[in-house]
């Protein structure tokens, strides 16, 4: 075996450097605090210095839950006015675009062939009417002739039937009377429900054609109805709003000119009875009043409907929840110290959310977070709007990395 020997300066350094090493791996499988030392400089003033953040208080309110989103106006009834007969136009009584109330007269049609079958129809009841009072009188002295044992029963019999037929072919010509006045009906086209009247498509002397030829079309528009996507996960509270009257829904017109553009109230009436299962989504309606004619078939509105509303609520900027693998936590001040609080999420509406697991007046750590250790020391700073929204702006991408930072050992 070769040995070899160490001056004695470099054995006086070598022997510190190997306790040092020896120290270190008796302490390596302890993992939780082997990095720690390593950190923090002599004395642990890093882990002492406080972090600075932005608290925003807890606070007890009523949240309403609301939807946003684009509908469609639709109107209520939009009819199609089709001729019932084979004619020709003899008049047009209306104008496009003009407002008609329900049985005003639209058309009248070339009736002339149609009055001709009327009468002969009642020229046919009146004839056998006549019939039918000569055989009534028949019968009459028949039964005369037979309390004198002049005629026998069966003659008596016989002009009763003469009598019954008679009055049935009476009764077949009134109801031909009846059609032939139907017919004759058809001639005035009115209208069949109150409306705005659209392009007329004939004039007179335009031959149409039954149930081929459309007219005009007649367009209900107050009150009008807005279509509209309801979330599945509302679809419970609207179709418990529907039997007190549905839930107020609030509709604004895209337009540019915002001091005119008022807001159009209006409730929940419909609700489809399927749900898409591509979007998750159920398609809704709720019905306005239109006096000015805002709404227009075939717009496009933003539309609100305020679903339910939760009751005493606590609310947290939703900038403060961090989403972690272990759930969702927000960071609370307590005694200069920030104590990561796991919270439930019940809602969230806008830049707020109402959570579980905070009791109202907390301080809740809004900016800063990121920078955050249970049991940290940290520093109030007062919280302003800038610094608010701008949390707001950046939630997502702050809140994943102080998740990752939170779920840290």
């Known amino acids: 075996m070769t040995r070899f020997h160490l001056p004695a300066r470099a054995t006086a350094l070598a022997l510190p450097l190997a306790a040092a090493l020896l120290a270190g791996c008796q302490r390596a499988p302890d993992g939780a605090g082997a990095a720690a030392p390593a950190a923090s400089p002599p004395g642990g003033a890093a882990s002492a210095a406080p972090v600075g953040v932005t608290t925003v208080a807890a606070r007890q309110h009523d949240l309403p839950i609301t939807i946003s989103g ?95 037929a008679a009055a049935a072919l009476v009764a077949a010509d009134r109801a031909a009377l009846a059609a032939a006045r139907v017919a004759l009906g058809y001639a005035r086209i009115t209208a069949p429900s109150a409306g705005r009247v659209g392009t007329i498509a004939v004039y007179p002397g335009t031959a149409v054609k039954a149930s081929d030829t459309s007219l005009v079309t007649i367009t209900q528009l107050d009150p009008i109805a807005v279509a509209f996507a309801l979330p599945q996960r509302l679809l419970p509270d609207a179709l418990a709003a529907l039997p007190g009257g549905g839930a107020p829904v609030s509709a604004t017109l895209p337009d540019a000119n915002q001091a005119t553009n008022q807001v159009l109230q209006g409730r929940l009436k419909f609700v489809d009875n399927l749900v898409d299962a591509g979007s998750g989504t159920v398609k809704a309606k709720a019905v306005f009043d ?106 997502s991408a702050s809140a994943s990395s102080a998740a990752r930072k939170a779920s840290a050992p």
């Open 290 to 395: 239109n006096p000015g004619n805002r709404l227009w078939p075939g717009a496009f509105v933003n539309i609100s409907m305020t679903a339910r509303v939760l009751k005493g609520a606590v609310l947290v900027p939703q900038a403060s929840v961090i989403q972690g693998s272990r759930g969702d936590i927000v960071y609370v001040v307590a005694n200069g110290h920030a104590e990561a609080r796991p919270v439930q999420v019940v809602q969230g509406q806008g830049e707020e959310a109402a959570v579980s697991g905070v009791r109202p007046g907390e301080r809740i750590v809004l900016d800063g977070r990121q920078n955050l250790r249970p049991g940290a020391a940290v520093v109030e700073r007062a919280a302003t709007s800038a610094s608010a929204g701008s949390a707001s702006a950046s939630g």
């Open 70 to 164: 684009a509908g469609a106006v639709t109107p209520l009834s939009s009819v199609d006015v089709r001729p019932q007969v084979n004619s020709v136009i003899a008049k047009v009584h209306i104008r496009e675009g003009q407002f008609v109330k329900a049985g005003e007269l639209l058309f009248t049609l070339d009736a002339r062939s149609d009055e001709a079958r009327v009468a002969q129809a009642q020229a046919q009841v009146a004839r056998d009417q006549a019939t039918l009072a000569d055989a009534q009188r028949q019968l009459t002295r028949s039964r005369e002739l037979l309390a004198q044992n002049f005629i026998s029963q069966g003659q008596v019999d016989a002009n009763q039937a003469t009598v019954d």
